[in-house]
């Protein structure tokens, strides 16, 4: 008979959910037992954000080496080792992964099995030899890539995100099936560190963003000389002497694009194979797990965060779930999931940030807003940086309260954090008008755009008419 543990929680998954779970309840007193299956710290360290940004790095340092001209540096072109690149990505994991290991969360009073999880009946699952019957379950499985139904694909060889990284050698022509964020921060990181680059995109890239912001990023990638192939319907794929072939349907004409590696980032799909949700009563779905606005799944005693649940896929959202499960088991409060102010941000070079209603999403749900923006080109520091091309977009309600705001610019995800706030706190444009923000920033743009709502009104007419009766008061 199998050993029986018995703790207040057992999180099934030690990505970036399911180890902000784990940490915060063991560091209050609560006994956990920590599932994991594959590698502690999960997409997150071992394939997503973390290496894809150390990547994104390299390649800013070898385009700053060629773009020096303006500023009186002359431009020169880098000699890049792409598997020292490489190296840097794993050495930036490597000092990060402590914090995420084995050893840290039994230090903390963890039990961590490291095996696959597979759910018994609706109060039990099975791992390592184990039996676990906690009060309450956390399934944090995250996602995994999805590949595409495409005829041939099999038969060649592609990375995914999962096996981008382990490459040391830089690709000749990558071709990028996929115009999200993987797709557009790989194919710019790539690029400048000295591959020929085609994006193709289904639709058109970053399709869930401002339409306004992203024609200023597409732009500043085919500057750099990145091809970008939207409205391309993929038809097969094939394997050639120097590589790969990829048939590509475009405006009803039929073209072959040859390249010799293939980067597959066509969206996400949940993890659940193996778990045997159906044992324990929890209800899903192809695009994951069903919970309700607590996070609770059909079953009573199970909740699940992240990626799984299928809602917006970013590692904020999983910490944020992290800390509605830490509410709802340990303090038995109600607290439920809010989504409506999830910020999202491609760190391509423009960053794309946005977060809310866009221009798009007001329209298509018949929302009359004010929209306010401001041009990063009209700023003092960018001017003195020689940053040309940027935009910040607020949209708001009649009344001023902010609804929705986009940035396309250098580090645009830090530029939105007030707006985050705003948003987040329900605040009228008026409050982010009135910050004083330190000059010279690029953090006055958001404040100038702000700042713009109020134009028409202080130079009107009447502006002016009631200026002249106060200035005989005396």
């Given at each position: 008979m199998s050993e029986i543990l018995k703790p207040d929680l057992c999180v099934i998954g030690a990505g970036s959910g399911g180890l902000s779970v784990a940490?915060?309840?063991?560091?209050?007193?609560?006994?956990?037992?920590?599932?994991?299956?594959?590698?502690?710290?999960?997409?997150?360290?071992?394939?997503?954000?973390?290496?894809?940004?150390?990547?994104?790095?390299?390649?800013?340092?070898?385009?700053?080496?060629?773009?020096?001209?303006?500023?009186?540096?002359?431009?020169?072109?880098?000699?890049?080792?792409f598997s020292k690149a490489m190296d840097h990505v794993h050495e930036t994991i490597a000092k990060i992964e402590p914090h995420d290991s084995v050893e840290r969360f039994e230090g903390l009073g963890c039990t961590v099995i490291q095996a696959p999880a597979k759910f018994i009946n609706n109060r039990e699952v099975e791992a390592g030899g184990k039996t676990v019957r906690p009060r309450r379950f956390v399934i944090a499985t995250g996602s995994r890539p999805a590949v595409p139904d495409i005829a041939g694909l099999a038969d060649v060889p592609y990375f995914t995100n999962e096996t981008l990284f382990e490459n040391r050698a830089c690709p000749e022509h990558l071709i990028v099936l996929g115009g999200g964020p993987i797709g557009l921060e790989m194919a710019q990181a790539h690029h400048r560190l000295g591959a020929r680059v085609t994006?193709?995109?289904?639709?058109?890239?970053?399709s869930k963003e401002d339409d306004e912001l992203v024609a200023i990023l597409r732009d500043q990638l085919k500057n750099e000389g990145i091809e970008i192939v939207?409205?391309?319907?993929?038809?097969?794929?094939?394997?050639?002497?120097?590589?790969?072939?990829?048939?590509?349907?475009?405006?009803?004409?039929?073209?072959?694009?040859?390249?010799?590696?293939?980067?597959?980032?066509?969206?996400?799909?949940?993890?659940?194979?193996?778990?045997?949700?159906?044992?324990?009563?929890?209800?899903?779905?192809?695009c994951g797990i069903t919970v309700d606005k607590g996070l609770r799944t059909s079953n009573k005693r199970a909740f699940a965060i992240g990626d799984v649940t299928g809602g917006p896929q970013f590692t904020h959202v999983a910490g944020y779930h992290a800390g509605i499960i830490i509410r709802r088991t340990l303090f038995r409060t109600p607290a439920k999931a809010d989504h409506s102010a999830v910020p999202r941000v491609t760190y391509t070079d423009p960053e794309l940030a946005q977060i809310g209603l866009t221009e798009e999403d007001a329209k298509a749900k018949n929302i009359t807003t004010k929209i306010v923006e401001w041009p990063l080109s009209d700023n003092d520091r960018a001017v003195a940086e020689r940053i040309?091309?940027?935009?910040?977009?607020?949209?708001?309600?009649?009344?001023?309260?902010?609804?929705?705001?986009?940035?396309?610019?250098?580090?645009?995800?830090?530029?939105?954090?007030?707006?985050?706030?705003?948003?987040?706190?329900?605040?009228?444009?008026?409050a982010f008008a009135s910050l004083i923000i330190p000059y010279p920033t690029l953090g006055e743009v958001p404040k100038?755009?702000?700042g713009s709502w109020y134009t028409p009104m202080l130079y009107s007419d009447r502006t002016r008419m009631i200026v002249k009766l106060l200035s005989k008061l005396g």
């Open positions: 940490a915060g309840a063991a560091q209050i007193g609560a006994s956990v037992v920590l599932i994991e299956k594959h590698k502690m710290g999960g997409d997150c360290l071992n394939y997503g954000c973390v290496p894809s940004k150390a990547l994104l790095a390299a390649g800013k340092h070898a385009h700053h080496m060629r773009t020096g001209a303006p500023f009186g540096v002359t431009p020169v072109d880098p000699q890049i080792d994006v193709l995109a289904r639709s058109t890239i970053a939207e409205q391309a319907q993929v038809q097969s794929c094939t394997k050639t002497v120097d590589g790969l072939a990829v048939r590509v349907l475009i405006d009803g004409a039929v073209r072959e694009i040859a390249g010799s590696h293939l980067l597959v980032a066509t969206g996400r799909v949940p993890n659940v194979e193996g778990l045997d949700l159906g044992a324990a009563g929890i209800a899903h779905q192809d040309e091309h940027g935009l910040v977009k607020i949209i708001c309600a009649p009344n001023g309260k902010i609804l929705g705001a986009g940035l396309v610019g250098p580090g645009a995800g830090e530029l939105m954090a007030p707006l985050i706030l705003a948003i987040s706190q329900g605040l009228k444009i008026g100038r755009a702000a």
